[in-house]
């Protein structure tokens, strides 16, 4: 069975897993950063509604931006469908 190991933490722990498992959990890597500037007020009612849903701001961005993407690629490709069909 083949295994990857992470790099030790700085607990001092390294983490072992069968690759298998790695597949199953999908692990996304976060390589980049998105600096935002925004009002003060809409980012504190943002981080309280986000806390009241119990999840963090990043993933509520990152939660949207992945729908964003998704409805935009299919806007984009409706074009294409509704040409077919002339």
Known sequence: MKYHVFQPRKNGY??????GTL???AIIVK???LRLRVEKELRQEFVEACR???KPAAQVL???MRDFVSRERVMMQRPLF???RR
């Open 23 to 25: 597949r199953r959990m």
């Open 82 to 84: 509704e040409e077919n």
């Open 62 to 64: 990152r939660e949207f």
């Open 31 to 33: 390589d980049v950063g």
């Open 14 to 19: 390294t983490i072992v897993y069968p690759l």
């Open 52 to 54: 009241a849903s119990g």
